[in-house]
Structure formats: structure tokens, C-alpha cells
């Protein structure tokens, strides 16, 4: 009878013992991180000022920058206008979704303990449209005294209430049922909204559609106010509870025993969450997926402490948001295309692969 | 710390799951709260982690009612391993043990050198000194549990309270937490579902059967083979251990 003889298994690869963390940047790196990305969020903001349908030099955008942050006479009135009224606002708002996006982001993943959480994915952003849109489609008639950040805000946060009850069993949610109710309400909310859109004037509906596909184009200085407030005070917010997000990581009951009043956390973070995204939706309609790439490459960098994770994904979502629109302008010179198409051709694959290495064993 | 709980009610979706339940965990003991399956004990504890307020009763740490605390100075004097030794994020060991240093820290605060040692000791105590820059993850689950201790330790708190922290561990490290907790010196409630456990460890034993306490003792007293019987349905065989000369219980099927 023969026997097979089944060769020993290779050794094992040396341990990871001797590496100093594990995470890529950690200590003090982690401030020179987001020093970088600071300066790359200028560097990337003042090229896509000077792209466009007339390329400019970067050394006239940065005069022109210059003269207004100075207060001094600007040299070139035509080249002011396009730098300072045209093309500044529309880079500053795309950095200013950027950041929003990724912090409500990782508002949700804390809030869901799930990396998968995301506003376009948890139907908050279609819930967000849909108000914002019943504002601009039936005006002041129907929502008196209700901005479109307001109505945007009050969907989304109904929006993701639903989507919260819907994907809990026995106090505990699911990751099946996160995804499939988020998508349920994004759908609804999506239907609402197509319903909302026949009900429109023929000649508003290309405009409309645009914006819900999300864009940053005709971006104006007087559409900066509210959402840098808003994204500002949100995300300070955030920072102060980094250290009770971190402790809501290891369940509920672990993060009471560890001071954290949980309920009073959860609904911050909820109404946080809703608030970024209506801002972020009300500005420049839907953008999907920001939320879940950026977050998760901060993680990937820096690890799971929300007191890192945070800054360096804000600045991250502002410097890849701000890239995403240059890619958005000149692709397809000299037609525009909606920043939402880029980004959600980068999220689908992104996303589908953070499923499928999760399905596969959770790492 | 002296923890007491009288007279605690505790419901689920209106429906009772513990009901008037009385225990009293003196400064220093090993309190076990055994009982079969679905009978209270992960309910009971969640009114001392403050994530279930008790709809009647009393929840006191030596004397003062938990449940009116702020949740920082309950932190102070409790501190939890739960069940599931779960953590989502990719936090390295030294990060979750400094979790523990959370109470201790004002919000703008941040974590000083007096905390990386109270880290480090506390680490050092569950023998884990080695695994601080490892991924939490990468752990074993009995590392993972000595993880948790060592982050309940961080905390400083002087009563810790565990839920079956033995779940899913094989033999050595089952015997490996218990040993440790003991040492510890704390005052400790454990949700104990090994007989064998309580009988070896714990200087006192509450029973809980459907919510209620069904008795209460030193384990010897209450763990009768008739009383082993009748609330947990198994034969029980008590004597000496053979090899430490700790109460032993020995069980078998009824049929």
C-alpha cells in the first residue's frame, strides 16, 4: 500500500514582533500627515483655480489670491473675476463638501460601529435631496420660511432614523440589514424626488437633474456662509468626542463602563451626521461615497483612534474632493460633467471590495 | 468598593427579564452570578453598567446610587469586560487598554506620560507587555480578554464586573483569567456559566432562575447535588480537587 508522504507546511513568516505599531503613521507622524495634507489641500486648490476653460498660470492666481487676502489693489480685473468670483467659491465649496462628507462619514460608521455606513449608502443623501428638492421645486408657496438646508436637514435626519429602527434586531444592527434598509430609503426617497421632478417646469429639469447628480458648478461666495458654519461647528463637535466614539467601538455596554453616556453619544452623532450631509446635499446636491472612501483611508493610515482618524479624513475628503471636480471639468472639455459621476464610479468598486474582504472574515 | 443592588427590576421591551434581585458584593470577594441560560445574569449586570436603567431598585457603590452619578464618576469605580470581547477599528492593544484612561481625562485632555504608565503597567499585570503595538484583532481570544482586563485595570476602578469572561476560551486560558482576576484584588462580580468555576473561585455564589435569586452563599452551601439538580437539570458530583484541593464540582446528564 502506498503511502503519500505529504511534505511538512512551510514555516511560518517571522512573527510581527519588533515592529514599533500598527499602524502605517502613528505619534507625533500623524501631525506631520495632516500638516501635509494641509498644504496639499492648497496646493490642489490653487491648480484647479488655475484650470479651467482659459488655463492661467499659478503665479497670476496666486497674485490675484494674494491681493484680495491682503486687501491690496488686484492687478488684472479680468483675471480677478474668473480667480476670485468664479473659480475660488466653486474649489472652496468642493473642499468644504469634501470635508463635511468625510466627517458625517465617520460619524456614521462610529454611530453603526460598521465601515460600511456611509450617507449615500444609509439613503440619508437621497433623503436629503428630497427635501431640498420639494424646496426648490415648489418654493416658498409650499415651505414657507423653510431654507433648503433646513428642509434637506429634516429629511435626512427622518431618513436615517428609518433606516437605524429598520436595520436593528434585538438591539443589535446588522450589517445585511444596514445595507439593504438604507438602500430601500434611498430608493423611496429617490422615487419622492422623480415624482417631485415631473411636477417641474420642462426648462428647470436639466438644471435640477445636474444638481442632483451633485455639483459643485455655480458656486458663488454667498453659497460658502452656511456650510462652512455648518461643517465647522460639526466637526469640532466630533473631535471633542473622539475619545467616547473610540469607546462606543467596543459595543455599548463596554463604552457605559467606560464613561460614555451612550444614548446622549448616539443621537449626536446622529443629528451630526444628518446635519453634515443636508449641508453638504443642499450645496451641491448628491455626491456618494466620499463618506465611505475617505474615512476608511484615514483608518488605513493612521488607525481606528477617532481623535486622528478625524482630522486627517476631513482634510483628506477636502483634497480628494477638490481633485474629483478638476477630473469632473476636464474630461470631457469643454462640456462639464457632475462630480457625483466620479465619485461614485470610484465608491462602487471601493465599496464592493470593503464588502467582500469583510464577508470574507472580519480583519 | 462595596456594591449592592436592592431590590432591582430590570425590563426589556416592557417584559421583566430580572425581577427584585438583592446582592451584595463586599470589598474584596469573588461574587459569581450563575444560573442556567436566558435566567437574568447579562440583564442583571447591564444595571451595573449603566446601559439599562432598573425600572425598580437600587444599583449602590458603596452607598451611592450609580444611576444619579455622571457616567465619568460612575467610570471611576466600576470597570466592565463584557461578553463579547468585540472591538470594530483597527486599534493596536495599547490604544484599547488606554481607552481605560478615559475617565480619567477631561474632554480637551490628552494622554500623559502618567497615563502611558498606568498603560503599561496595567498590561504588564496580564502579562501582555509584549502585544502592545500588535493589532487588537490579530489577538487570540484569550489575549483579547486579558486585553480587556488590562483596559478595566487602566481604568483604576476597584470593582469590576464580567460577563462570562470565559466564553469561547479553551481550557488554559479559561483557568489563566480566572487566576488573574483573583489576583487582582478587586472587588469582583463575574456571570459565571461553568459550575466548576464558581465552586473554585468565588467566595460567594448568587443563583438566579428566571430572574430571580433563587439562593445566595458561599458556593459549597448553595451547590448542592439536590440543588444542582433542580435548577440546572445535571447531576453533580462535589468534593476536593485532586490536584488543588479547591471545591470541585463534577457534573453529569440526568439520564
Partial sequence: MAETVTAPPPAAPAGLAGRRGPHLVSGAMTWVLVAGLGVALVAVGIAAISIGSVNLPVGSVWRVIFAHLTGSASPDPLRDQIVWDLRAPRVLVAALVGAGLSAAGVALQALVRNPLADPYILGISSGASLGAVLVVSYGTATFAGVGVTGAAFGTALVSVIVVYVLAQRGGRLLDSRLVLAGVAVGYLCSAATSYVQLQVDPTELHGLMFWLMGSVAGATWSDLGVPAAVIAVCTLLLLLQGRNMNALMAGDDAAAGLGTSVQALRIGLLVVASLLTATSVSVVGGIGFVGLMVPHTARFLVGGDHRRVLPVATLLGAVFLVAVDIAARTADRPNELPIGIFTTGLGVPFFLWLLRRRAGGEG | ?255
Fill in chain 2, 1 to 255: 468598593m462595596r456594591l449592592v443592588i436592592a431590590g432591582v427590576t430590570a425590563r426589556i421591551e416592557g417584559t421583566a427579564i430580572v425581577s427584585g434581585v438583592d446582592l451584595v458584593a463586599e470589598p474584596g470577594s469573588f461574587v459569581g452570578l450563575i444560573g442556567p441560560n436566558g435566567s437574568g445574569k447579562s440583564t442583571l449586570l447591564r444595571t451595573v453598567y449603566r446601559s439599562l436603567r432598573p425600572s425598580d431598585g437600587v444599583v449602590s457603590l458603596d452607598g451611592d446610587d450609580l444611576w444619579r452619578m455622571r457616567a465619568r464618576q460612575a467610570a471611576l469605580r466600576r470597570a466592565v469586560v463584557t461578553q463579547h470581547g468585540e472591538l470594530s477599528g483597527e486599534f493596536s492593544v495599547a490604544e484599547v487598554v488606554a481607552m481605560g484612561r478615559a475617565p480619567h481625562k477631561g474632554i480637551l485632555e490628552r494622554e500623559n506620560s502618567a497615563d502611558r504608565a498606568v498603560v503599561e503597567q496595567s498590561l504588564e499585570r496580564v502579562g501582555l507587555a509584549h502585544a502592545a503595538e500588535r493589532l487588537f484583532s490579530t489577538l487570540s481570544g484569550g489575549e483579547r480578554q486579558r486585553a480587556l482586563v488590562a483596559r478595566a485595570l487602566a481604568q483604576e476602578a476597584p470593582l469590576l464586573i464580567l460577563d462570562e469572561p470565559t466564553n469561547h476560551l479553551d481550557v488554559r486560558a479559561q483557568l489563566g483569567l480566572l487566576d488573574l482576576v483573583r489576583s487582582l484584588g478587586m472587588t469582583l462580580l463575574a456571570a459565571l456559566h461553568d459550575l466548576d468555576h464558581a465552586a473554585a473561585y468565588c467566595d460567594h455564589v448568587i443563583v438566579l432562575e428566571k430572574g430571580r435569586v433563587r439562593a445566595s452563599g458561599p458556593p459549597l452551601e448553595v451547590l448542592t447535588p439536590g440543588f444542582v439538580a433542580e435548577v440546572f437539570g445535571v447531576r453533580a458530583h462535589i468534593g476536593e480537587h485532586p490536584i488543588t484541593g479547591r471545591p470541585h464540582i463534577a457534573v453529569a446528564s440526568l439520564t
